[in-house]
């Protein structure tokens, strides 16, 4: 069972620099989202997407783009990376929007950016 | 706005062990209940969640939780932890009329498991 999945792992950028963390999920949902993690605030969610074709802004979109040509992807782009996008980045899905439904995680990218 | 506490940022706890983890929200509005759970180098998944109906919630690997509507509290306990429940938990809240759909996340709660 694939579930989430999400690369890389790990990443040190050099600021300024551009990346993209890929996502995907093999569970057909239709609701995908990222989330950033730092210590002591939680999860916040940078972007989503409630279908192939369309993308929404979150809590904290600055400096992040998505894009969502198909139902199993949903990569997040780093256009100019700064120190204060270091953190651990999450893809996560589940089946709709709804709140009721289960929120599945990929196992999460550590990005250091110097 | 919607905010969402985690009163304690660690808790340390002998093996079985009781243990409690607290979580209250700021708003009396109708809403949803989670409880997730991350594992060391692992993605969250989903522990229990309140949506309606019992106020006493079952979740998996021995947990419970249970909704207090007055105290806007969802706190999550366990009658006896093992070392494998060490991980961080989050609670997480919903206003069920909120037309945004915005899961507020609390700030985690560390689970430390002492033999």
């Known amino acids: 069972n694939a579930g989430v999945t999400q690369t890389p792992k790990f990443q040190v950028l050099k600021t300024g620099q551009s990346m993209t963390l890929q996502c995907a999920q093999d569970m057909n949902h239709e609701y995908m989202s990222w989330y950033r993690q730092d210590p002591g605030m939680g999860l916040r969610l940078i972007h989503y997407s409630v279908g192939a074709g369309i993308t929404d802004q979150g809590e904290v979109p600055n400096g992040y783009n998505v894009s969502r040509s198909t139902t199993e992807d949903f990569p997040l782009r780093l256009l100019s990376a700064a120190p204060s996008q270091t953190s651990v980045y999450f893809c996560a899905s589940s089946a709709s929007r709804d709140r009721g439904n289960t929120i599945y995680f990929g196992e999460g990218s550590w990005l250091t950016v110097v | 706005a919607q905010s969402v506490t985690q009163l304690d940022s660690q808790v340390p706890v002998f093996e079985e062990a009781p243990v409690e983890l607290r979580c209250n929200y700021s708003s009396s509005v109708s809403v949803y209940l989670f409880w997730y759970v991350q594992y060391p180098n692992q993605g969250l998944q989903l522990l229990l969640k309140y949506l309606s109906g019992s106020t006493l919630v079952k979740g998996i690997n021995g947990f419970e939780a249970e909704f207090n509507k007055s105290q806007t509290s969802f706190h999550l306990r366990k009658p006896s932890v093992h070392i494998s429940d060490t991980a961080e938990y989050f609670c997480?809240?919903?206003?069920?009329?909120?037309?945004?759909?915005?899961?507020?996340w609390g700030a985690g709660t560390k689970l430390i498991i002492k033999p």
């Open positions: 997480a809240v919903s206003d069920v009329m909120d037309s945004n759909y915005q899961l507020i």
